[in-house]
């Protein structure tokens, strides 16, 4: 049995967290990496690029792709057909950065009658087939529906606290859904 090993993500007294430099990655059972695209933002710092080759090293057969020019969303996987394109996604892993006012968003609207709630973006679709996914057609993965892994956590990490030091009241930040929160309080 593989062991998990829970990372750092939160807030810290010396300041935000940094991407993990004692992680070891694995490949994730059933995930057939056919491609790897290096996207705007993944290279820019010698922490970036250190993680990203290292989960890159998982892969040594896998062709690498630099498109260092172009965001996340916009990479253009070669295939009209939408489901077609998908599937191609889906086997697709790339690495980039999101803008930080992009990856922690409003999940619950501030009429709520409950806590507050924002959702955390470290990572964009997934390589899960499932049939019930409306994911696949949102606009953010319509023209890109790849893997993504977000490399900018340190400035994620300072956007949510940002967000908390300004909320007024207590939020809930969660990591892909609802269901998944981070327990943040300042």
Known sequence: MQQCMQL????????PSSLPSAYRPSAPPNFNVEKVILCKGSLNTPQREEFVRRICGVYPDVPVQERLNIP???VDLGETDPVR?????KRTLLFGEIHPKHAVWDGAGKDANYIER????????????CQFCYLAGR??????PTVKIFVNLP?????????????????????GDFRTALP???
């Open 8 to 15: 750092d993500l939160l807030w810290n007294a010396q300041g």
């Open 155 to 175: 400035e994620m990490m300072s956007e949510i606290n940002r967000q908390a030091n300004t909320a007024g009241r207590l939020i809930e930040f969660c990591a």
């Open 72 to 74: 996340h969303n916009r």
């Open 85 to 89: 394109r998908v599937a191609q996604g």
């Open 118 to 129: 924002r959702r955390l973006s470290l990572y964009g679709f997934c390589f899960y087939g």
């Open 184 to 186: 943040w309080t300042r």
């Open 139 to 144: 606009s953010a993965v319509w023209f890109s």
